[in-house]
């Protein structure tokens, strides 16, 4: 017999595994359960954007694209960058991905090994912790709390900086909490960073959905910061993508040309098809975003307004399409709360654990679902709250 714990990598077989896939399985087995664990949208991809993939299939464009992208899509993100961002990048300081997950791994990887820090303010999306172990890297954790809107702060980052860190992730709008960085937040962390060899790792695959007055920023466009930040961006939120796997990264050129050869060994390219279909929706669907954001405005006051009603104190998002709420009062563990709503109502949520330790006593729910899903959904919660009333 094999034994092949003594064959797998010691890094590979100590990764936190995703709790957020955890209960995705067992829902899997459940057909009538109320799933409002996955940030997948419950829009259909809008038309324009699979008629273009069907009309690439139908003229046979199914090779293989250039390592780095389709010149014309890369074109078009950078048209969007600036339009949306006021941020400029040249198509060869554009890589398209996998999926946004691919850029962050790539990002992660071309940067960190054995002994370099990352900074890891939580909780945050499952991935970044994993990828860094996997390379040898030392993940550094900052806690973020509900009283400060879960906003990391200038101070945190600076008070956990050594010689060591490498790397800084900044995951705003956020998954899990919906939480924002807002204009003098980044100022702020630009501050620390400006004069350091750190780059930042800033996630914004939720930058399209920010709810009031609110409008993203990207820390890459504060005065010092373009050069030592990577934006990682993508097609799965904003467009109801997510099956389509995919997303890009936009960074200065020494940097991309890395992170291309290491996709150049692991993926080759981005899927073909996909890549066709997101010209048309960069250059298109304003007012599908436009449509969908509206819409997820609406289930997100829904949702903070029911469960604050029902007695889950429950932090108002700012961005993405996630609540956070506190379930401490319930006397249960995030992972006991979550397993026993599964068991009892068949309603699967994500516990706040699974995003890090300081998500211990929260849990996430997803409102990239219909009102209606939404609506019964929260009437088993507030049935299960009430059952084990104390």
Not at 170 to 190: F, Q, R, V, W
Not at 253 to 264: E, G, N, S, V, W
Request: glycine share 6%; proline share 4%.
């Amino acid at each position: 017999m094999i034994d092949y714990d003594k064959l797998i990598t010691k890094r590979a077989a100590e990764m936190r595994p995703s709790g957020i896939r955890k209960f995705f399985d067992l829902v899997a087995d459940m057909p009538d359960c109320i799933s409002l664990g996955v940030g997948e949208p419950d829009f259909q991809t809008p038309w324009s954007i699979r008629d273009a993939a069907i009309s690439s299939l139908e003229a046979g464009r199914t090779k293989y694209t250039s390592n780095i992208g389709l010149k014309e899509l890369r074109e078009e993100i950078s048209r969007w960058m600036d339009r949306k961002y006021d941020l400029k990048y040249k198509e060869d300081e554009i890589l398209v991905t996998v999926g946004g997950s691919e850029a962050i791994d790539l990002a992660i990887r071309a940067l960190v090994t054995t002994g370099d820090e990352v900074i890891i303010p939580e909780p945050c999306y499952v991935s970044y912790e994993p990828i860094t172990t996997l390379t040898g890297g030392v993940p550094v954790h900052i806690q973020t709390k509900a009283e400060d809107g879960f906003r990391v702060t200038a101070e945190q980052i600076k008070a956990v900086i050594t010689p060591r860190t490498k790397l800084l992730v900044l995951s705003y709008p956020n998954n899990p909490t919906g939480a924002i960085l807002e204009h003098d937040d980044l100022k702020a962390i630009a501050d620390v960073i400006r004069d350091t060899d750190i780059i930042v790792l800033s996630d914004e695959i939720y930058a399209e959905l920010t709810y009031g007055e609110n409008r993203h920023e990207s820390i890459a466009s504060f005065d010092g910061m373009w050069e030592r930040t990577i934006v990682v961006n993508g097609f799965s939120k904003t467009f109801s993508m997510t099956g389509w796997r995919l997303g890009y990264a936009c960074a200065p050129r020494p940097l991309t040309a890395i992170m291309t050869k290491i996709h150049q060994s692991c993926i080759m390219c981005a899927p073909t098809t996909s890549q066709y279909a997101a010209v048309t929706a960069l250059k298109d669907c304003e007012e599908d975003i436009r449509v969908m954001h509206d819409e997820y405005d609406k289930r997100r006051q829904y949702c903070v307004r029911r469960l604050n009603a029902m007695g889950l104190k429950t932090f108002e998002p700012k961005g993405a399409f996630y609540v956070f709420p506190d379930i401490s009062s319930s006397g249960m563990t995030s992972e006991e709360f979550c397993a026993e709503l599964l068991k009892e109502q068949k309603v699967a949520i994500i516990p706040g654990s699974a995003f890090g330790n300081c998500g211990e006593g929260f849990a996430r729910i997803s409102y990239a679902y219909s009102l209606k899903h939404l609506q019964e959904a929260m009437k088993r919660i507030e049935r299960f709250l009430k059952e084990h009333k104390k």
